[in-house]
């Protein structure tokens, strides 16, 4: 399979602890972003890397929020300290050089605060 | 706080028959996308239209643009049991950057 993948797909953590979740793009893509859905929404942007940076940080990413993208290729998502509130489905999409508007998505990781 | 507005929030149709679903948007645009999302599962992105387009076909899709009322709508042909899901349309401001997803439709088509 060549799609986005995701891991791990569901989550379930206590409040206060820390999860990390990754996504590894499709392997020519470039730019990866990171997006947050709550149920009945619309996914809400993140964050997004082009490589190994990272260009543009919404104000939802807080600073119990980090993501990294070391090695231009995977990306983790870390939430320190979590809240109940933070429980979500967390999609990673990623798009190549030449064809940035059409962002191919992963299946997502679902994250449950207790 | 999301851009797009999708109406109607859920629609319940016969196979066979045609969906409409219309979205409205904020600000200025460079592209227009729809996706579509199965339950518990990642988007899939459908179709494309950028702000000097005003109509777009993919197969059985057909997409409008009318960026003087900031709206959109996406009309499905002859809908299919298959077709059965959530649809968002997403506005970029610019090519590639962050997408601004609406609230969605969800559409039901029984068998």
């Known amino acids: 399979d060549t799609g986005v993948s995701q891991n791990p797909r569901h989550k379930i953590t206590k409040r206060g602890q820390n999860v990390t979740f990754r996504c590894d793009p499709i392997?020519?893509?470039?730019?990866l972003y990171w997006y947050r859905q709550t149920l009945g929404q619309g996914p809400e942007f993140l964050t997004y890397?082009?490589?190994?940076?990272?260009?543009?940080k919404s104000r939802l990413l807080s600073d119990r929020f980090s993501a990294e993208r070391p090695k231009g290729s995977f990306s983790t998502l870390e939430i320190q300290r979590t809240e109940q509130g933070d429980s979500a489905m967390y999609l990673c999409?990623?798009?190549?050089?030449?064809?940035?508007?059409?962002?191919?998505f992963g299946p997502g990781t679902r994250l449950t605060v207790l | 706080s999301q851009q797009g507005e999708e109406d109607p929030q859920a629609l319940s149709i016969q196979e066979g028959e045609n969906a409409t679903m219309n979205c409205s948007y904020k600000?200025?645009?460079?592209?227009l996308q729809w996706y579509r999302q199965n339950s518990g599962r990642g988007l899939v992105h459908l179709i494309l239209?950028?702000?000097?387009?005003r109509e777009k076909h993919s197969g059985r899709l057909r997409v409008t643009l009318d960026t003087s009322k900031k709206s959109s709508s996406l009309l499905i042909t002859a809908s299919r049991a298959a077709d059965t899901a959530s649809y968002f349309c997403?506005?970029?401001?610019?090519?590639?950057?962050?997408?601004?997803f609406g609230t969605g439709t969800s559409l039901t088509v029984i068998p």
């Open positions: 999409a990623s798009s190549r050089q030449g064809n940035y508007n059409e962002q191919f």
């Open positions: 392997s020519e893509h470039n730019r």
């Open positions: 890397f082009q490589n190994e940076a990272q260009l543009e």
């Open positions: 600000t200025s645009i460079n592209n």
């Open positions: 239209i950028r702000s000097n387009e």
């Open positions: 997403a506005t970029a401001a610019n090519t590639g950057n962050q997408f601004y």
